[in-house]
């Protein structure tokens, strides 16, 4: 599985090595509560999700499939 870029100011892609296998995500800030992101797109095996809105952070997104749970901490800033 891949998440990028990270750090990521805007978009965040989610990759998955078998390009046929459906997944779901969550996102979690720093104090364990979910957020809701917008998905750009999502077909199976990847994703983009919008992170434009978020404010700066560590973030930590959770993707479950059929047989694996990933944990990634991911990195947003504002590029300020």
């Keep these: 599985i891949s998440v990028y870029p990270n750090p990521a100011q805007d978009v965040l892609y989610v990759t998955l090595s078998d390009a046929s296998q459906a997944f779901v995500y969550a996102l979690f800030d720093i104090t364990g509560k979910q957020i809701e992101v917008p998905t750009q797109q999502q077909n199976i095996g990847r994703a983009s999700l919008d992170i434009a ?23 947003k800033y504002d590029g300020r």
């Design 53 to 75: 809105a978020l404010p700066a952070g560590v973030y930590m997104l959770v993707i479950t499939t059929d047989n694996q749970r990933f944990v990634s901490q991911v990195v």
